[in-house]
């Protein structure tokens, strides 16, 4: 089945609001998170505050990224039921990684310097580490429901949801010495090395 490609509008979109993000981020690494207004946002990308407000519901939204979250869930739902659970959510993580960064021969879908501001900012920021927790618990979730365990089965579900927030302990550890390294290690080969000190080696392993 072909892939239904986007429409004019939906790019469109998709454009303006990557655009305000970048400059949002820009804005809040140059002058503090605080400091910027919605406002000041609003006239860097040469839209309305309503606009953003639009895309963006509230400032925090300025500074998530979305992406990984949907990657990382179609990966897991895409993967083998018949494998650890360890090693279908750590592959995951490794492949969304790399196709976010462009490891391992991925073509970049996002911009790597983006990527790094967007996470210290996340780290650094009061009100965004609330925020943050908030975005790991829904991706928690999204990829216990994207393993498809059965949810009547106390003992599976509590397996899912201890397997998945382990890896992403994993993740957070990797992501975290990703920025301090300010990228200077493929962000892929982190997140192996993280679960491969946790689970063992197996756990990188990737379809």
Request: aromatic share 4%; charged share 25%.
């Amino acid at each position: 089945m072909k892939e239904r490609q986007p429409t004019l509008r939906e790019r469109r979109r998709s454009e303006t609001r990557g655009a305000i993000q970048k400059h949002a981020v820009r804005l809040f690494t140059q002058h503090g998170y605080d400091a910027v207004t919605v406002a000041e946002v609003a006239a860097a990308a040469g839209v309305s505050a309503m606009t953003v407000y639009r895309h963006f519901p509230t400032k925090e939204d300025l500074v998530l990224v979305e992406q990984p979250a949907r990657a990382i869930a179609e990966r897991v739902a895409a993967s083998s039921a018949a494998d650890p659970l360890v090693r279908r959510v750590g592959g995951a993580l490794i492949d969304a990684a790399a196709a976010l960064t462009g490891g391992r021969g991925a073509g970049p879908v996002a911009d790597e310097r983006f990527l790094l501001d967007c996470l210290r900012l996340m780290t650094s920021t009061p009100a965004l580490r609330a925020r943050h927790l908030d975005s790991q618990h829904a991706l928690q979730q999204a990829v216990v429901d994207a393993l498809a365990v059965n949810t009547a089965d106390d003992d599976a579900l509590f397996d899912a949801q201890a397997a998945t927030g382990a890896c992403l302990a994993a993740m957070h550890t990797a992501l975290t010495r990703w920025a301090e390294d300010d990228g200077e290690t493929e962000l892929p080969q982190l997140i192996a090395r993280a679960l491969a000190a946790a689970f063992g080696d197996g756990a990188a392993t990737t379809g």
